[in-house]
């Protein structure tokens, strides 16, 4: 079946730090990768994708890389503000109904 | 996330009773879901659906029906609460390839 593990939270850091955000997956099949971000109260929304080995999602400053050697996903940031606190959850798609596997979700702190 | 509406936000249920929650569109969506969001688990899928008048199980359903009689709406209900059911509640929608998009949630507390 597909899985995915990200790194456990809270990760806390200070504005304009760099930030790192683990997530590899198992899956069968060959998976469409996905990072959510949720802010406090509300529902969550997608930050990027990638839907084929070596493709770089990117949003908002932030970026993944789909390695499919290494069967990981990791959402980087150059410079954190503080308006990136959140939970942040990787995802993969495999399959027929686009179902989505998520991990468990890192929640990140950024401090001023 | 105009055009879709997940109703209620907050509902306190006492074990036993039942109790639906609704995920409105008017966009045309063929891919519904319900999800659930507790703490250290992520989010987990209940039930979805591909289109009018189908749906099947996720990796949680043991406890909800759902139904998708009409396009515009996928109901989830709850025939007999319990408390394990206590969660976040979110109805997600597809428009396009394996891209999913998420309502506001529904918190439900079932004492």
């Known amino acids: 079946g597909n899985s995915v593990t990200q790194m456990e939270g809270p990760v806390t850091l200070s504005e304009e730090a760099f930030l790192t955000i683990n997530c590899t997956y198992t899956?069968?099949?060959?998976?469409?990768l996905f990072w959510y971000v949720q802010y406090p109260g509300e529902g969550l929304q997608l930050l990027l994708k990638?839907?084929?080995?070596?493709d770089k999602g990117s949003n908002k400053g932030f970026e993944a890389t789909y390695r499919k050697e290494t069967t990981s996903f990791h959402l980087e940031k150059g410079s954190v503000q503080v308006s990136d606190s959140a939970v942040y959850f990787c995802?993969?798609?495999?399959?027929?109904?686009?179902?989505?596997?998520f991990g468990t979700g890192t929640q990140l702190k950024v401090e001023l | 996330n105009a055009g879709v509406t997940q109703t209620p936000k907050f509902r306190v249920l006492k074990t036993g009773q039942s109790m639906t929650l609704l995920c409105a569109q008017d966009?045309?969506?063929?891919?519904m879901y319900w999800y659930r969001q507790d703490p250290g688990m992520g989010l987990r899928l209940i039930h979805y659906?591909?289109?009018?008048?189908?749906?099947a199980k996720g990796e949680v359903p043991d406890g909800y029906n759902v139904s998708r009689l009409k396009k515009q709406n996928f109901l989830l209900g709850l025939e007999s609460a319990a408390p394990s059911q206590t969660s976040v509640y979110f109805c997600?929608?597809?428009?396009?390839?394996?891209?999913?998009?998420f309502g506001a949630g529904t918190r439900l507390s079932v004492l």
């Open positions: 659906s591909v289109g009018e008048g189908t749906t």
């Open positions: 990638a839907t084929k080995a070596d």
């Open positions: 966009m045309n969506h063929e891919y």
């Open positions: 899956a069968t099949g060959y998976p469409s």
């Open positions: 995802a993969l798609s495999t399959g027929g109904g686009n179902k989505l596997t």
């Open positions: 997600a929608w597809g428009i396009a390839k394996n891209i999913q998009y």
